[in-house]
Nanobody
Framework: QVQLVESGGGLVQAGGSLRLSCAAS????MGWFRQTPGNEREFVAG????????YYADSVKGRFTISRDNAKNTVFLQMNSLKPEDTSIYYC????????????????????WGQGTQVTVSS
């Protein structure tokens, strides 16, 4: 079983920054999703297994950056210029299937999930 352990969530004022971390038990294509009550899980950002390709949702493009440290099997989400609408539970995800050299954006395309970490942005 693939284990994903997230950290870095918290409370921040609008315009501030947070850095989320996800430590994985292996090296995989990775993604970040977020979900608020009553809504479906939403793709935020993804990165391929070797860091060669990254892709972002339009809502976070230019503000969030996904990166990885393969020596530690860890993926990061640097969140800058945070807005109240970024408030959500953020989930780290790993794709257990063959990498296709591009980022996957659908929840069903990922196989393993972290426990989620709460991000709250106050106005």
């Amino acid at each position: 079983q693939v284990q994903l352990v997230e950290s870095g969530g918290g409370l921040v004022q609008a315009g501030g920054s947070l850095r989320l971390s996800c430590a994985a038990s292996g090296r995989y294509d990775m993604g970040w999703f977020r979900q608020t009550p009553g809504n479906e899980r939403e793709f935020v950002a993804g990165i391929t297994w070797n860091g060669g390709s990254a892709y972002y949702a339009d809502s976070v493009k230019g503000r969030f950056t996904i990166s990885r440290d393969n020596a530690k099997n860890t993926v990061f989400l640097q969140m800058n210029s945070l807005k109240p609408e970024d408030t959500s539970i953020y989930y780290c995800a790993a794709r257990g299937r063959l990498s296709l050299m591009n980022v996957r954006t659908k929840e069903r395309e990922y196989d393993y999930w972290g426990q989620g970490t709460q991000v709250t942005v106050s106005s």
